[in-house]
């Protein structure tokens, strides 16, 4: 059959076949390509047509927008360098306001750096918004101007330029202001917290130093267990006064404790150095409650024949509310708020202030040494001992010191501008103001001579009366005794020689060991007792030494261990 085809159209066949099947085949192609072309116009008008439905006009138009700009950035080649340079620009605006503001936080407002880096950000901002440079900004399809982007570079450029150069000068000033800076901000925060930890160290200090140690605790539980237990042994009732108790030819010391054990070491120091022990008399007074105590251990052992006295404060009938100040403070009602209601306008961070909240000041065995010419009236001289010291020496000898007529004999603590009477009282107070000398020195209680002759001449116990009660509110001075004293022997003291009291081995570590070997009388005053597991080390033989512990009370007490 294709032979008779052949046959019958000839070689002009042939031609016509072989036109015929390529068009064909190029038709083949091309259909599916129409196809395709309507079927995306017809969805892309369909997707619009949609959203035009809804109300969204708006967002045809971003969506319309995008797809141009998408077009332009295709088929325009200077859009991506467009973009390279407006990052650049956008890069070194970030980091002038960065460093701007690093200034700023280095308090250097005032400095050329904060306006520099500021006017820095502020010329790209403006940069950006120049009228002429609008166009490249524009988000039609349009091509960019290659004339403007090259301006644009160019001037982009010159800024970056300048911001690196005054960036690489600013860095190390700045690197090193905010290392400053940042150092600065430690150690205040360290100096907060040292401040902190410094209050509450001698808080916790002060805690410990008023604490009753166990073994102190036992030691006067079994003495009081001995007392009930043998009652005629150690009581003085019905007793006659022995004659050395009111012999002014003797030695007489005025010894007023609560402290078992520290004031047997002062009466064992001051018999063990005295020469004559025998002619030494020494008045312990304690209070009701370790008056027992107290007998007790006086009685245990002979104290090389010195003579000793011990009472309670309740025996002297006329220490009443009635007479003393002191008594007569603690029964108002709010002086006894202020020491024992645990309320929030009484509490206190301020360790210095808790000291002062403690009613140990207003105790009256504190305040008993501004009452010797009445308790002893019989004598003419006495030396007033805190329980806190140790005798080191034999103390005879200030007996016989011309007083030259004054009341107090005692070592004066002043050096430079420390320890004058301005620290001890309100001078903003026109009373103080008018009658004291704010430079005037400072003495210290610990070992004072009194002159009992002296002190009723200058009606001492009557001026301390009228101080003590002008302070009831506490606007003359902090409390204590040593204040009053102040005020009371304020033109009748005089000063003894320092190597007759050191003082500070409570506080001071630095006291030299010469200086201690020197003195006749060694005082343990501020928190760390020697008493105390606190206390200081190099410092606490001094003490450890007069203490019996050969006692049977002591060693079932466990006492220095």
Request: glycine share 4%; hydrophobic share 40%.
């Given at each position: ?31 599916p ?22 109300g ?5 138009h971003?969506?319309e927008?995008i ?5 332009a950035?295709k088929t ?5 360098r467009?973009?390279?340079?407006l ?7 970030s ?5 701007a ?18 006017e ?11 009228p ?13 101007n ?10 982009v ?8 150069q ?11 202001q ?7 901000d430690?150690?205040?925060a ?9 209050k ?13 140690p ?12 001995e ?5 005629e042994?150690?009581?003085d ?9 009111e ?7 005025a ?14 120091s ?17 209070d ?5 105590a107290?007998?007790v ?7 090389n ?18 007479y003393?100040?002191?008594l ?9 708020r ?15 202030n ?11 065995l504190?305040?008993l040494?501004?009452?010797?010419p ?23 000898g200030l007996?016989?010191i011309?007083?030259d007529?004054?009341?107090?004999g005692?070592?004066e ?11 001890y ?16 020195c400072?003495?210290?209680y610990g070992m ?11 009606k ?12 009831e ?9 040593l ?10 003291t005089?000063?003894?020689?320092k ?17 201690i070997?020197?003195?006749?009388v060694v005082h343990?005053?501020?928190?760390m007792?020697?008493?105390l ?5 190099q ?8 203490v019996d ?13």
């Amino acid at each position: 059959m294709v032979y008779s085809l052949t046959a019958r159209f000839g070689t002009g066949g042939n031609k016509s076949f072989g036109f015929s099947f390529r068009v064909l085949v190029s038709a083949t192609f091309i259909a599916p390509c129409i196809f395709f072309t309507f079927s995306f116009l017809f969805t892309s008008h369909s997707y619009f047509t949609d959203h035009h439905d809804i109300g969204s006009d708006s967002g045809a138009h971003e969506f319309e927008s995008i797809r141009r700009s998408m077009l332009a950035l295709k088929t325009d080649p200077l859009k991506p360098r467009f973009n390279r340079i407006l990052k650049q620009t956008e890069d070194l605006r970030s980091l002038a306001l960065v460093y701007a503001s690093y200034a700023r936080k280095l308090k250097l407002e005032s400095s050329k750096l904060v306006r520099v880096f500021t006017e820095l950000s502020m010329n790209f901002s403006e940069l950006i918004i120049r009228p002429q440079y609008r166009t490249l900004f524009s988000s039609d399809a349009s091509p960019v101007n290659e004339s403007v982007l090259r301006q644009l570079e160019k001037e982009v450029k010159e800024r970056i330029k300048v911001s690196h150069q005054v960036i690489g000068k600013a860095k190390e000033s700045l690197d090193n202001q905010l290392k400053i800076q940042k150092l600065k901000d430690t150690i205040f925060a360290v100096n907060e917290q040292l401040t902190k930890e410094k209050k509450q160290g001698a808080f916790s200090s002060l805690i410990a130093a008023k604490s009753i140690p166990k073994s102190l605790h036992c030691l006067a539980m079994r003495l009081m267990e001995e007392r009930i237990a043998h009652p005629e042994k150690y009581s003085d009732e019905g007793k006659p006064t022995p004659p050395e108790f009111e012999d002014p030819n003797l030695h007489h010391y005025a010894i007023f404790s609560d402290n078992v054990i520290a004031a047997s070491v002062v009466v064992n120091s001051a018999t063990k150095n005295a020469k004559e022990p025998w002619k030494h008399v020494f008045h312990v007074v304690t209070d009701k409650l370790n008056l027992g105590a107290m007998q007790v251990m006086f009685k245990l052992k002979d104290y090389n024949g010195a003579h000793i006295e011990v009472k309670a404060v309740e025996d002297y009938k006329f220490l009443n509310s009635s007479y003393v100040p002191v008594l007569r403070q603690l029964e108002s009602a709010k002086l006894q708020r202020f020491y024992f209601e645990n309320k929030l306008e009484n509490a206190t961070k301020d360790a210095t202030n808790m000291k002062f909240r403690n009613p140990k000041y207003l105790s009256i065995l504190n305040h008993l040494r501004f009452y010797l010419p009445e308790m002893y009236p019989k004598l003419h001289r006495i030396l007033f001992l805190d329980d806190d010291i140790v005798v080191q020496k034999d103390l005879t000898g200030l007996w016989k010191i011309d007083m030259d007529g004054k009341v107090n004999g005692a070592v004066e603590t002043c050096f430079g501008s420390f320890h004058r009477y301005a620290q001890y009282m309100n001078f903003s107070h026109p009373l103080i103001k008018a009658k004291f000398n704010p430079k005037a020195c400072a003495w210290a209680y610990g070992m004072n001579f009194f002159d009992l002759d002296a002190w009723r001449r200058e009606k001492c116990t009557e001026e301390y009366h009228y101080w003590q009660n002008l302070n009831e509110n506490r606007t003359l001075w902090k409390l204590g005794t040593l204040p009053p004293g102040l005020f009371t022997y304020y033109s009748t003291t005089k000063p003894l020689d320092k190597s007759w009291h050191v003082l500070g081995l409570g506080y001071n570590p630095s006291i030299s060991m010469n200086e201690i070997r020197n003195a006749a009388v060694v005082h343990f005053n501020g928190n760390m007792k020697p008493w105390l597991d606190i206390a200081m080390s190099q410092f606490k033989p001094l003490w450890t030494k007069f203490v019996d512990y050969e006692l049977e009370f002591v060693q079932a007490c466990n006492f220095g261990i």
